[in-house]
């Protein structure tokens, strides 16, 4: 398509990797195959909502801990994800991917949780895969929000989270609304108490 180009190999050093949805005038619209992989230093990476495919091995064996896709994806192809051992979570804004290969996500991390917005629909494709959990966030949830696996929490007798203790690395934390479906409604004693680095962090009204 001469209106649309494919992300073939990033040449970067950025440590959180915002894809462009434009290059020269062209809507980005796939990540070719090995375009991002064997990348070390990368924390996150933010894909487009222009973005419909993901190639092979586009995303193997990198360094990041969160990938954030703005879109709908129509297809993640074989090996996309593969030995993504650092990779925490992946927050989709979009609805499910129709075609996902099996070996998407071969030899990820095993705790690796994919979290899509209430409201959107066919999940079933990623849901299917044994190698990635899928959790639905709560109604109005921040997608934005600090992963859920840089906390210790707890549940309460009430079935609402209290967060226990941070352990994440970055200096702003968003405190989800909810984690694993339930509300978070309170915050544990020296929860925060050894991150002196921290610039902001904000807490959900619930």
Same mark, same amino acid.
């Given at each position: 398509?001469?209106?649309?180009?494919?992300?073939?190999?990033?040449?970067?050093?950025?440590?959180?990797?915002?894809?462009?949805?434009?290059?020269?005038?062209?809507?980005?619209?796939?990540?070719?195959?090995?375009?991002?992989?064997?990348?070390?230093?990368?924390?996150?990476?933010?894909?487009?909502?222009?973005?419909?495919?993901?190639?092979?091995?586009?995303?193997?064996?990198?360094?990041?801990?969160?990938?954030?896709?703005?879109?709908?994806?129509?297809?993640?192809?074989?090996?996309?994800?593969?030995?993504?051992?650092?990779?925490?979570?992946?927050?989709?804004?979009?609805?499910?991917?129709?075609?996902?290969?099996?070996?998407?996500?071969?030899?990820?991390?095993?705790?690796?949780?994919?979290?899509? #917005?209430?409201?959107?629909?066919?999940?079933?494709?990623?849901?299917? #895969?044994?190698?990635?959990?899928?959790?639905?966030?709560?109604?109005?949830?921040?997608?934005?929000?600090?992963?859920?696996?840089?906390?210790?929490?707890?549940? #309460?007798?009430?079935?609402?989270?209290?967060?226990?203790?941070?352990?994440?690395?970055?200096?702003?934390?968003?405190?989800?609304?909810?984690?694993?479906?339930?509300?978070?409604?309170?915050?544990?004693?020296?929860?925060?108490?050894?991150?002196?680095? #921290?610039?902001?962090?904000?807490?959900?009204?619930?």
């Amino acid at each position: 398509d001469k209106k649309s180009v494919t992300i073939t190999e990033y040449n970067g050093t950025e440590t959180d990797i915002v894809i462009p949805s434009e290059l020269d005038g062209y809507k980005v619209t796939a990540i070719g195959e090995e375009a991002f992989s064997w990348k070390s230093g990368v924390v996150s990476v933010t894909i487009p909502e222009t973005v419909t495919y993901i190639g092979i091995n586009a995303f193997a064996d990198i360094s990041a801990k969160y990938i954030t896709v703005k879109g709908t994806l129509e297809a993640i192809d074989g090996m996309a994800f593969s030995n993504c051992d650092k990779l925490e979570s992946m927050y989709f804004y979009g609805n499910g991917v129709a075609s996902v290969d099996n070996m998407a996500f071969y030899r990820a991390n095993s705790d690796l949780v994919i979290y899509h #917005l209430f409201g959107t629909t066919g999940w079933d494709n990623l849901a299917a #895969l044994r190698t990635v959990s899928v959790f639905t966030l709560a109604e109005n949830d921040d997608p934005n929000a600090t992963p859920a696996s840089d906390f210790d929490f707890s549940l #309460l007798d009430n079935n609402t989270i209290s967060i226990d203790k941070y352990r994440g690395n970055e200096n702003i934390v968003v405190i989800p609304k909810s984690i694993e479906g339930y509300n978070v409604t309170a915050i544990g004693d020296q929860a925060f108490d050894s991150h002196r680095g #921290l610039a902001s962090v904000t807490i959900p009204e619930t």
